[in-house]
């Protein structure tokens, strides 16, 4: 079992930046990707961006590239994701998953699931 914990959310004007971070505990031991989802009210949980196993690929979404990045630092067993010019529609819970497989591009992929962190961007 891997559990996992966001932290870093808040409230923040558009065009400012959130780090959000992803504490992973548990058996972390084999190598897992990481991915970051979001879901606002009303809406369905979305893909963010994702990182593999050895933090070597990423993807993210469209509507996120050029403005997000996510990390990874495994000794300390964390994943980040700096969001920068932060828009309203940015706006959500946002959720780290982790997958037993090195490279996790989709949201099936998945096994472990943060509590989330929310994030609300002011216009």
């Known amino acids: 079992q891997v559990q996992l914990v966001e932290s870093g959310g808040g409230l923040v004007q558009a065009g400012g930046s959130l780090r959000l971070s992803c504490a992973a505990s548990?058996?972390?031991?084999?190598?897992?990707?990481v991915g970051w989802f979001r879901q606002a009210p009303g809406k369905e949980r979305e893909f963010v961006a994702a990182?593999?196993?050895?933090?070597?690929?990423?993807r993210y979404a469209d509507s996120v590239k050029g403005r997000f990045t996510i990390s990874r630092d495994d000794a300390k067993n964390t994943v980040f994701l700096q969001m920068n010019r932060l828009k309203p529609e940015d706006t959500a819970g946002y959720y780290c998953?982790?997958?037993?497989?090195?490279?996790?591009?989709?949201?099936?992929?998945?096994?472990?699931w943060g509590q989330g962190t929310q994030v609300t961007v002011s216009s």
């Open positions: 998953a982790a997958s037993g497989q090195r490279w996790a591009p989709w949201i099936q992929s998945y096994q472990y």
């Open positions: 548990g058996r972390t031991s084999g190598p897992y990707a």
């Open positions: 990182i593999s196993w050895n933090g070597r690929i990423t």
